[in-house]
């Protein structure tokens, strides 16, 4: 059942009328931050990206609906419970400022026509982290041998802009085993020294990546669309990105 539908069923049942808009992605981010500005908000928006939640939450700028996710707290996975359980700064507590009701994965998404231009195969792939990543790497020399002088290995994406480059750095610290770096409890540990390692890997292994030529040069001003358009344009062999939002990217691994 489509949104609309579900509005129109709810408007005929109960006689309410909703007043809504259908944004996209990047713009409904531009329209919260104005909204807030403006002080011209609406009851209810979808939080993208998530991390908008926080810096809202903390600011005192949501309400508490800690009543809402009780009601199917059962149901949830703990990673969706945490993401809305977040600090008031201005109430100095901890509490839920968000109903979860979507869950999403980091892919790597592939263009195996590329791979096997190159001379390789996805099923050839390492299965540890770095090396696989060094694995789409090893790709950019032999096709632009054969002629496509602009392409490169991986598309990591690396601004401070948008989601990509946040879940995309989690993920990596995640691999290099610096998944404590903030407990449940909501404590920073950077003074842990698997977690500063975890940091220091993650950060130098994308880093490292770009400065030797293996990720184009705009990536570092790239949004949440850039990467997809790079992949579609077949600037490079692969990205990570959102569970379906590198649509008709190619194979994904």
């Known amino acids: ?17 909703i007043d809504y808009s259908i944004i996209p992605y990047a713009p409904i981010r531009q329209k919260i931050i104005s909204a807030l500005t403006s002080s011209d ?11 908008s939640l926080a810096l809202q939450a903390w600011n005192n700028q949501l309400v508490d609906v800690t009543d809402v996710v ?19 700064g201005v109430e100095k507590k901890r509490s839920y400022y968000g109903v979860p009701y979507a869950v999403a994965g980091l892919v790597n998404h592939i263009w195996r026509p590329l791979v096997e231009k190159a001379g390789f195969k996805i099923e050839d792939a390492p299965q540890t982290w770095d090396a696989y990543y060094d694995f789409f790497k090893g790709m950019q020399k032999p096709l632009r041998a054969r002629g496509m002088r602009n392409i490169y290995g991986v598309g990591f994406t690396l601004s401070t802009t948008g989601n990509d480059s946040n879940n995309q750095i ?22 842990d020294p698997k977690v500063r390692e975890g940091v220091i890997k993650a950060i130098a292994y994308t880093t490292t990546a ?26 490079i062999v692969m990205d990570i990105d959102g569970t379906i939002s590198t649509r008709g990217g190619g194979h994904r691994q």
Not at 182 to 190: E, Q
Request: hydrophobic residues 30%.
């Open 1 to 17: 059942m489509g949104f609309k539908q579900i509005v129109s069923e709810y408007e005929k049942a109960s006689g309410n009328t």
């Open 41 to 51: 908000v609406p009851d209810l928006y979808q939080n993208t990206p998530t991390e």
């Open 70 to 88: 009780e009601t199917q707290k059962g149901q949830y996975a703990d990673a969706a419970l945490q993401f809305a359980y977040t600090d008031n």
């Open 170 to 191: 989690n993920y990596f610290l995640i691999a290099h085993g610096g998944n404590g770096i903030v407990t449940k409890d909501g404590k920073l540990h950077l003074d």
């Open 210 to 235: 770009y400065k030797e030529g293996y990720v184009p040069s705009s990536a570092v001003n790239w949004n949440d669309s850039d990467n997809n358009n790079a992949l579609h344009s077949k600037q």
